[in-house]
């Protein structure tokens, strides 16, 4: 059931996070409380890809960068992504994580798929958001603007195979900034 108010990341939900990462689902989306007016400042920004590996100790400054290089000024953007960076790296007892952040026109995986990685953590902030199916049916779901998509990958031990996603098409002249966090 959707809530009528998102929560902010702050609010992030240890358990249910716990949860999906101790047993046989292989997606949980979380929603949250949107963060919608970055429109200008994603409209103003560099179609491109900001892809690193971040430590505890450098996550404020890989966000920073990353931000710099998508040529997006917003301090509450920043704090935003470093809160779900560190909060992920808790929740996953890590010391470091995979984190990428772009902005793009067009739709870089268009084909359904499963990842190979333990668990991947995907929120658009701006423009259509990730897509996904149960296998073996034909439905298509939308994750939320500002969501939080957790997605098994083949290497998680509990990963069943049962959901595939992809990135949206965006539509002509639109921009799309996406968050992926994973180890």
């Known amino acids: 059931m959707r809530s009528a108010t998102i929560e ?3 609010a992030w939900d240890t358990s249910a996070v716990a949860k999906f990462a101790n047993g046989s689902a292989d997606v949980l989306v979380l929603e949250r409380r949107l963060l919608d007016h970055f429109g200008p400042a994603v409209q103003a920004g560099r179609v491109h890809e900001y892809l690193t590996r971040v430590r505890r100790r450098n996550v404020a400054f890989e966000v920073r960068a990353g931000l710099s290089e998508l040529q997006i000024k917003s301090r509450e953007l920043a704090a935003d992504i470093a809160s779900l ?3 992920f790296l808790d929740q996953f007892d890590l010391e470091e994580a995979k984190l990428r952040v772009e ?4 739709q870089p995986c268009p084909n359904f798929h499963c990842d190979n990685v333990h668990v991947r953590l995907v ?3 701006f423009g259509p958001t990730t897509e996904y199916q149960y296998t073996g ?3 298509t779901h939308v994750a939320p603007l500002c969501g939080l998509v957790f997605l098994k990958g083949h290497r998680h031990t509990t990963h069943g195979d049962t959901v595939h996603h992809r990135s949206p098409e965006v ?3 639109e921009k799309r900034l996406c968050v992926a966090i994973d180890y």
Not at 103 to 106: C, F, L, P, S
């Open 123 to 125: 929120t658009t902030y």
């Open 8 to 10: 902010p990341i702050t």
């Open 171 to 173: 539509p002509a002249g």
């Open 85 to 87: 960076l560190t909060t």
């Open 103 to 106: 902005i793009t026109r067009t």
């Open 137 to 139: 049916e034909s439905t």
